[in-house]
């Protein structure tokens, strides 16, 4: 009854950067040609939406319409849509897959070149927007903007998942458990036996965790300055925890030390190019290595001696953890349907999406792992 319609529904806006988001009556326009609109059921709460609240992004345009780890259901398709239907279950991706692309043909690489991940147009691929709100446009975010009752996006990226998939669980293999969970394994390939350090214990680094563990690590070692991620590091698969707090020295140093020279592989999980030099530096010459996973403020840079590199050390990164997020998106859902992973317990908090902002402060709190919004 809706399709070909401008829907009138609530959204959270952010106008400006550093402060609230605002619960605003949008419209969505319908999707045009290779468009699917999509009402939200379940979306959750990650640090990237927080590092754009706080201004710490450049080249992003206010207004916009953030959120990037959703689940929902498809209320109607553009033209040429054909592998998508009203009422099919989905997951909105932040980064896209057309297939065609030099990165979509990589078999080693998903970074689409659609993606708008560091020019931040704000638009989908025609450029325009589908949002309108007291007559102004609204920027879309990584063609996602999921903290909305609806939303656009475009054909290429949005996975189609198994009917029987639990919304307000799969919401997480929109950002969290994909970008955490591939970086050990598809990113890192830690092998069996060896020995990880994880700096930085949110939903996303207690992903990598989950991911360690899985490919065999024999020694995770989980490093936060929040000692109340303990728990759940080891709930996850961790064996040793540091606080930096605790020491008087560089924690590379720490690291160095109780690991016989260093680790296999160090996952910087905070967005803090400090902890991204640490992490480089507590990884073993000849072999270590190191994936950079935190989202860094724009004007950040790191610098190090390149003997940590001349030495055989590698530092790589990746964005939602090296998965082809068309294609292997649907395929981890229904992994996790026939319970190849477990990771329920990274959701700490569920509120009604309303209560948007005080998802937000339980983040800032350090109280939360995953808040996830009940649309
Ligand atoms: P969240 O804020 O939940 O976790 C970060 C953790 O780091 C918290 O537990 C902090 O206590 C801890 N911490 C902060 N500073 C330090 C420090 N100096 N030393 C040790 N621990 C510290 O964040 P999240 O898990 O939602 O996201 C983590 C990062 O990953 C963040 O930068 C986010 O923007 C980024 C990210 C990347 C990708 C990707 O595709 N690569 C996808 N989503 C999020
Ligand atoms: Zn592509
Ligand atoms: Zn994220």
Redesign the pocket.
Same mark, same amino acid.
Request: hydrophobic share 40%; aromatic share 8%; charged share 20%.
């Given at each position: 009854a809706t399709a070909g319609k401008v829907i009138k529904c609530k959204a959270a806006v952010c106008w400006a950067p550093k402060q609230p988001l605002s619960i605003e009556e949008i419209e969505v326009a319908p999707p045009k040609a290779h468009e699917v609109r999509i009402k939200i059921v379940a979306t959750g709460?990650?640090?990237?939406?927080?590092?754009v609240i706080e201004g710490e992004i450049s080249g992003i345009k206010y207004p916009l319409i953030l959120g990037?780890?959703a689940a929902g259901i498809v209320e109607s398709v553009g033209e040429g849509v054909t592998d998508m239907k009203p009422g099919d279950k989905v997951i909105p991706l932040?980064?896209p897959q057309c297939g065609k692309c030099k990165c979509c043909l990589n078999p080693y690489s998903n970074l689409c070149y659609k993606n708008d991940l560091e020019k931040y147009s704000g638009m989908l691929l025609d450029n325009t927007s589908r949002f309108t709100c007291k007559g102004k446009p609204v920027h879309h975010f990584i063609g996602t903007s999921t903290f909305s009752e609806y939303t656009v996006v475009d054909d290429i990226a949005v996975a189609k998942i198994h009917q029987d998939a639990p919304l307000d669980k799969v919401c997480l293999f929109g950002?969290?458990f994909?970008?955490?969970y591939g970086?050990a394994v598809n990113t890192a390939k830690v092998k069996p036996g060896s020995t990880c350090a994880v700096? /930085?214990?949110? $939903? &996303?680094?207690?992903?990598v965790i989950i991911g360690c563990k899985a490919a065999g690590a024999s020694r995770i070692i989980a490093?936060?300055?929040?000692s109340d991620?303990f728990a759940k590091a080891k709930e996850f698969g961790a064996t040793d925890f540091i606080?930096?707090k605790d020491y008087d020295r560089p924690?590379d140093e720490v690291l160095t030390e109780m690991t016989e020279d260093g680790v296999d592989y160090a996952f910087e999980?905070? /967005?803090?190019t $400090? &902890?991204m030099t640490s992490a480089l530096k507590s990884t073993h010459f000849g072999y270590g290595k190191t994936v950079?996973?935190?989202?860094?403020p724009s004007t950040a840079t790191i610098s190090f001696d390149p003997m940590l590199i001349l030495t055989g050390r590698v530092l790589t990164?990746?964005?939602?953890?090296g998965f082809k997020p068309k294609d292997d998106i649907p395929k981890l859902v229904s992994d996790y349907l026939n319970k190849k992973f477990e990771f329920d317990g990274l959701v700490t908090h569920r509120l009604p999406f309303m209560k948007i902002n005080e998802g937000f402060e339980l983040?800032h709190k350090?109280d939360?792992?995953?808040t996830v919004l009940t649309v």
């Amino acid at each position: 009854a809706t399709a070909g319609k401008v829907i009138k529904c609530k959204a959270a806006v952010c106008w400006a950067p550093k402060q609230p988001l605002s619960i605003e009556e949008i419209e969505v326009a319908p999707p045009k040609a290779h468009e699917v609109r999509i009402k939200i059921v379940a979306t959750g709460i990650c640090r990237s939406d927080d590092h754009v609240i706080e201004g710490e992004i450049s080249g992003i345009k206010y207004p916009l319409i953030l959120g990037h780890e959703a689940a929902g259901i498809v209320e109607s398709v553009g033209e040429g849509v054909t592998d998508m239907k009203p009422g099919d279950k989905v997951i909105p991706l932040g980064i896209p897959q057309c297939g065609k692309c030099k990165c979509c043909l990589n078999p080693y690489s998903n970074l689409c070149y659609k993606n708008d991940l560091e020019k931040y147009s704000g638009m989908l691929l025609d450029n325009t927007s589908r949002f309108t709100c007291k007559g102004k446009p609204v920027h879309h975010f990584i063609g996602t903007s999921t903290f909305s009752e609806y939303t656009v996006v475009d054909d290429i990226a949005v996975a189609k998942i198994h009917q029987d998939a639990p919304l307000d669980k799969v919401c997480l293999f929109g950002c969290s458990f994909s970008t955490g969970y591939g970086s050990a394994v598809n990113t890192a390939k830690v092998k069996p036996g060896s020995t990880c350090a994880v700096f /930085g214990l949110g $939903g &996303v680094g207690l992903s990598v965790i989950i991911g360690c563990k899985a490919a065999g690590a024999s020694r995770i070692i989980a490093v936060d300055l929040n000692s109340d991620k303990f728990a759940k590091a080891k709930e996850f698969g961790a064996t040793d925890f540091i606080n930096p707090k605790d020491y008087d020295r560089p924690i590379d140093e720490v690291l160095t030390e109780m690991t016989e020279d260093g680790v296999d592989y160090a996952f910087e999980v905070i /967005g803090n190019t $400090g &902890v991204m030099t640490s992490a480089l530096k507590s990884t073993h010459f000849g072999y270590g290595k190191t994936v950079i996973i935190g989202l860094a403020p724009s004007t950040a840079t790191i610098s190090f001696d390149p003997m940590l590199i001349l030495t055989g050390r590698v530092l790589t990164g990746a964005i939602l953890g090296g998965f082809k997020p068309k294609d292997d998106i649907p395929k981890l859902v229904s992994d996790y349907l026939n319970k190849k992973f477990e990771f329920d317990g990274l959701v700490t908090h569920r509120l009604p999406f309303m209560k948007i902002n005080e998802g937000f402060e339980l983040l800032h709190k350090g109280d939360s792992i995953r808040t996830v919004l009940t649309v």
